[in-house]
């Protein structure tokens, strides 16, 4: 639990005074919002997107150092190929869980035995309203990755231990991977599974 020093402050009444799609793509929205937050009154660019999952893929929880399924792949953004989990949008009228399964299959070719939710984030509230949602996935069996036409990526499984490392050490940078394999490191510490 976080220490508080002092009583925080009552949030400022915020309004919202007007709202305008300013871009319409296939994945997200723009709209340029004004807004009444207390006593500032002003302009927010705002990035409006359905939503994410994001798969752990682990393929035996039981085992002292599980394997984890990490995918790597190009990122134009960004310049490079990555390292990172799978992940994707939600598309309309499909359940978080869903989602998780089709992106799984899809982009690795991997089915899971079991499922379960593990915790949801925002990627960058400043400005984004996009909430990720992530699975763990175990009891991994291999198949056939049904891509789609503009992604490319290679699969590997590594020991959790080598993953956790790679972020420490700056070689994984790409967040979700980063949040999600820190906090399931941290939870089978803190609640270990029977291992065999």
Request: charged fraction near 30%; charge should be positive.
């Amino acid at each position: 639990m976080l220490a508080m020093t002092k009583r925080p402050k009552r949030p400022a009444k915020v309004k919202l005074l007007s709202s305008k799609k300013v871009y319409a793509g296939p994945v997200f929205s723009v709209f340029t919002d004004y807004v009444q937050e207390g006593d500032y009154r002003g302009r927010r660019d705002v990035i409006r997107h359905p939503g994410s999952i994001v798969v752990l893929g682990v393929e035996e929880e039981s085992a002292r150092d599980p394997r984890i399924l990490l995918e790597r792949q190009y990122r134009h953004v960004v310049g490079t190929r990555i390292w990172e989990l799978c992940a994707g949008r939600i598309d309309p009228g499909e359940s978080q869980l869903a989602a998780a399964k089709r992106e799984l299959l899809e982009e690795t070719g991997y089915t899971a035995k079991n499922w379960r939710r593990a915790f949801r984030f925002y990627a960058s509230p400043g400005f984004l309203d996009e909430q990720m949602h992530v699975f763990i996935a175990s009891g991994l069996k291999r198949g056939e990755a049904q891509p789609e036409e503009d992604e490319q990526i290679t699969t590997r499984l590594i020991p959790l231990s080598r993953a956790v490392e790679l972020v420490v050490s700056g070689q994984i940078y790409d967040a979700k991977t980063m949040a999600a394999l820190l906090w399931y490191d941290r939870a089978r510490r803190t609640k270990p599974v029977k291992r065999r």
